[in-house]
């Protein structure tokens, strides 16, 4: 049998995919307009905005000091608006906050695209060819222990025991086995924390890594893989009571308009990919 036709019968296959599932959406994050004044208040989410308060849809006259209700029980002084209006403040609040995580390099103004996602996308699935770039771009660096240097070592070891023929369900295997030990790729390095994709993706929810094609020839090796990659762009009960993040409002005008049953504005799901090529020759 011809070799490339041999290695074609075993691909495309699946190396390697997370427990977490793509397309969750009955996960935490993914819930929304599930909870009343009592239950956020239960969560200490009595200041949300600087700008706004949503509770009484009163617009502030000067800037809202995050002790002065809080601590003293004074009302800032302002004027009625309507839930419309309410919502174009708290939404502008969200895009001016995020710049505080979001303020240099080109994938600085992927937060607000996600966030006018957010506000008018119905819970639409996500897609971004900017987001698809800062993947190619993270694994473009061989790191140890990254998935791409562990797929390639375990072809090019293949390739090096026999010249003539590559015994494709056994380094399938040695890959599958190998990718459990890898490190994946995330955007939480500490330039991430400026450059938006901090804010934007940070911890992806699940992957999946594709072996499309794997080509021998006389002198050498190549191989195409794709990753798959999905985040849930939406804040669960765990992350506002994280001791970090509830201490920016950007977070707390996030997961209020989210999770109040009179706001319920819809998380979604981000998805990213990258088509990568290795090679190897004598």
């Known amino acids: 049998m011809h070799n490339s036709l041999y290695l074609s019968m075993n691909l ?3 190396l390697f995919e997370t427990v977490s599932r793509f397309d969750d959406n009955s996960a935490d994050d993914m819930r929304y307009g599930d909870m009343g004044q009592h239950d956020l208040l239960a969560l200490g989410l009595n200041d949300i905005s600087a700008k706004v308060d949503p509770w009484r849809f009163i617009r502030y006259d000067f800037p809202h000091p995050s002790y002065v209700d809080g601590m003293f029980g004074v009302s800032t002084p302002g004027r009625k608006i309507s839930h419309d ?9 969200m895009k001016e ?3 505080e995580f979001s303020f240099w390099g080109e994938y600085k103004s992927l ?5 006018d996602h957010f ?6 699935a996500f897609y971004s060819q900017k987001l698809n770039s800062a993947f190619h771009m993270r694994m473009s660096k061989l790191s140890l222990r990254s ?3 562990i797929i390639k070592d375990c072809i090019q070891r293949e390739f090096a025991k026999t010249h003539t023929k590559m015994y494709i369900p056994a380094l399938l295997h040695q890959i599958e086995i190998m990718l459990l030990r ?5 955007f939480n390095n500490p330039q991430d924390r400026a450059n938006g994709l901090g804010i934007s993706v940070h911890d992806i929810s699940a992957q999946k890594i594709i072996l499309l094609n794997l080509q021998k020839y006389s002198l050498g090796w190549s191989a195409t893989v794709h990753f798959e990659a999905q985040d849930h762009f939406g804040l669960d009960v765990s992350d506002i009571k994280n001791e970090l993040y509830r201490e920016f409002r950007f977070f707390r005008i996030w997961f209020f308009l989210q999770h109040h049953r009179d706001f319920a504005f819809k998380p979604f799901l981000t998805n990213f990919n990258s088509v990568e090529r290795i090679d190897n020759y004598l």
């Open 85 to 93: 209006e309410c919502v174009d403040i708290l939404f502008n609040e």
């Open 12 to 14: 495309p296959c699946t």
């Open 119 to 124: 506000r008018y996308g119905n819970g639409s």
């Open 97 to 99: 906050l995020s710049h």
């Open 111 to 115: 937060i607000g695209e996600l966030i």
């Open 182 to 186: 890898s490190r994946l790729y995330k």
């Open 147 to 149: 998935p791409l240097l």
